[in-house]
């Protein structure tokens, strides 16, 4: 089986090189994210609790719950620690500031592949242009066995265009899965992030008044 992919591939042509590393990013892109997007270190638990806990307690510096943890309500919430009790204006420019650098930290290896989700089919393409330039020019060369010649080439040639879709498929689906559940862990937060406002005015919010 493995000898058969390996005459496949050759067959392929040049272009099959820069798919393959396609193709491996898109696994390790993939896997990556999988690990990383996990709800349970995303949206942990007992995340809100370590924040009413700290809220209930009187906003004791020393016992903020950590702005550097997985949670994202950690990383929203973390770096207003030691200016709580906040004027509701500026907590909501804040708040929309850091959930901006949350999004942007979730989607780094989502960009990639939806990048190779476009570039791979392409790349098949230019493949297969390459490999029907190489089998016109050959088929002088052919004499009796041209139709026999020019079939064998064209099947060549349309294995970059295959490889590229079964590369870039898979990669668009991945990329707007990951995008969509980036969403959903970011209005999560935003969920735990309000239930805290509504639990704690008085310790988060200060009156421009005062």
């Not at 942007?104 to 570039?119: F, K, P, Q």
Request: hydrophobic letters at 50%; aromatic letters at 6%.
């Amino acid at each position: 089986m493995f000898e058969a992919a390996l005459a496949l591939f050759e067959r392929g042509g040049v272009m099959m090189y820069p798919l393959l590393v396609c193709s491996i990013l898109v696994v390790t892109l993939t896997l990556e994210r999988i690990l990383v997007l996990r709800n349970a270190a995303l949206l942990p638990k007992n995340g809100l609790q370590l924040w009413a806990d700290w809220f209930g307690s009187g906003l004791k510096k020393d016992q903020a719950p950590n702005p550097n943890s997985t949670a994202l309500v950690n990383q929203i919430l973390g770096p207003l620690c030691p200016y709580f009790p906040i004027e509701l204006p500026r907590l909501e420019e804040r708040l929309s500031d850091l959930s901006r650098k949350a999004k942007n930290r979730l989607e780094r290896g989502v960009v990639y592949l939806d990048t190779i989700a476009g570039v791979a089919p392409l790349l098949g393409l230019l493949g297969t242009v390459l490999g029907m330039v190489e089998v016109f020019a050959k088929l002088s060369l052919a004499g009796a066995a041209k139709i026999e010649a020019l079939s064998s080439g064209i099947s060549e040639a349309l294995l970059t265009t295959v490889a590229g879709l079964l590369i870039g498929i898979p990669a668009l689906v991945a990329a707007n899965l990951f995008t969509r559940h980036i969403e959903n862990l970011l209005l999560g937060a935003e969920d735990q992030i309000n239930d805290l406002l509504d639990q704690y005015p008085a310790q988060m919010l200060r009156h421009e008044d005062r």
